[in-house]
């Protein structure tokens, strides 16, 4: 689980999903999840305060997970 301020990601790691919870502020904001190369994987937009990521169409590895532009340093997650 991963706790940034006013966001939490779980599991991590994951197997096929992440659920990310976060304050209204975030809704509208766009997501970006990259291999550590920087090589965009999927994004999309934050739809609720309760967002499912549905991931399971990635290799097992390490990934980077940002949400809207004020999200530093981005959330590592892992696929196993």
Do not use: C, W
Not at 3 to 22: A, H, L
Not at 40 to 54: A, C, K, N, P, Q
Not at 61 to 76: A, Q, R
Request: hydrophobic share 35%; glycine share 8%; no cysteine.
């Amino acid at each position: 689980e991963n706790d940034i301020g006013q966001v939490r990601i779980f599991p991590n790691p994951f197997q096929t999903q992440v659920k990310v919870n976060m304050d209204a502020r975030y809704i509208g904001s766009e997501y970006i999840l990259s291999e550590l190369s920087g090589k965009i994987i999927d994004r999309g937009r934050m739809v609720s305060e309760d967002t499912i990521l549905h991931l399971n169409g990635i290799s097992n590895g390490l990934y980077l997970l940002k949400i809207g532009s004020d999200m530093n340093p981005p959330v590592k997650l892992i696929k196993n």
